[in-house]
């Protein structure tokens, strides 16, 4: 078959589609995750790490009753940015943002109610980064009834690491199967990588 693109430089056909990664989610995934998925946040705190622009957030803010939702974010530009968005939108009652490394804020995930965390560590870290952090957040994530949410799936993650030779996912975690679609949802599929799980 004849390929429907092609390369304006050297003319080939020979072409595929880039994989574009977004760290940033649709506001259909923020009010799935907040509306939906998630219990009431009432008197709850939101760990986002990785929080880069700051809109899952923002869409927290708006979603939810969460009365704290914190960004950590280690680059000093995201950061910078979320902290001018919060004083501009005067979301600082609840919202804040920390300019750290995920690694030094164990107290922080430890009292979390709830931790997000979307495409942070698979393009954005190495692999020995990434074995450190979720060695650190098995260590630390232990209260019961703690929720963390994921794109893509732990078990994928672990996999790839070969972490579940090192830590025992199933006497950690347990991951919650969402109810059926919601109405509003126009593509399910936006949905399919969302995971929730609770701490044992």
């Given at each position: 078959?004849?390929?429907?693109?092609?390369?304006?430089?050297?003319?080939?056909?020979?072409?595929?589609?880039?994989?574009?990664?977004?760290?940033?989610?649709?506001?259909?995934?923020?009010?799935?995750?907040?509306?939906?998925?998630?219990?009431?946040?009432?008197?709850?705190?939101?760990?986002?790490?990785?929080?880069?622009?700051?809109?899952?957030?923002?869409?927290?803010?708006?979603?939810?009753?969460?009365?704290?939702?914190?960004?950590?974010?280690?680059?000093?530009?995201?950061?910078?940015?979320?902290?001018t968005l919060i004083s501009k939108?005067?979301?600082?009652?609840?919202?804040?943002?920390?300019?750290?490394?995920?690694?030094?804020?164990?107290?922080?995930?430890?009292?979390?109610?709830?931790?997000?965390?979307?495409?942070?560590?698979?393009?954005?870290?190495?692999?020995?980064?990434?074995?450190?952090?979720?060695?650190?957040?098995?260590?630390?994530?232990?209260?019961?009834?703690?929720?963390?949410?994921?794109?893509?799936?732990?078990?994928?993650?672990?996999?790839?690491?070969?972490?579940?030779?090192?830590?025992?996912?199933?006497?950690?975690?347990?991951?919650?199967?969402?109810?059926?679609?919601?109405?509003?949802?126009?593509?399910?599929?936006?949905?399919?990588?969302?995971?929730?799980?609770?701490?044992?």
């Amino acid at each position: 078959g004849i390929g429907r693109n092609y390369c304006l430089k050297c003319g080939s056909h020979k072409t595929e589609p880039l994989n574009i990664i977004s760290h940033s989610m649709s506001m259909e995934q923020l009010r799935y995750i907040f509306s939906h998925l998630l219990p009431d946040l009432t008197n709850k705190t939101i760990v986002d790490v990785g929080s880069r622009t700051g809109f899952v957030l923002y869409g927290g803010y708006v979603y939810s009753n969460a009365c704290r939702l914190v960004g950590v974010e280690m680059n000093s530009y995201f950061h910078s940015v979320q902290e001018t968005l919060i004083s501009k939108y005067e979301l600082g009652d609840r919202v804040s943002v920390i300019h750290s490394d995920i690694c030094d804020q164990q107290e922080l995930l430890h009292n979390a109610d709830v931790v997000i965390l979307h495409n942070v560590f698979e393009f954005f870290a190495t692999s020995d980064q990434e074995c450190r952090i979720w060695k650190l957040l098995y260590k630390c994530m232990r209260r019961c009834g703690t929720m963390l949410i994921t794109i893509p799936t732990i078990e994928e993650r672990w996999k790839k690491l070969k972490l579940e030779k090192e830590l025992d996912l199933t006497s950690w975690i347990n991951e919650i199967t969402s109810s059926p679609p919601i109405k509003w949802l126009d593509q399910e599929e936006d949905i399919q990588d969302i995971h929730l799980y609770t701490i044992l």
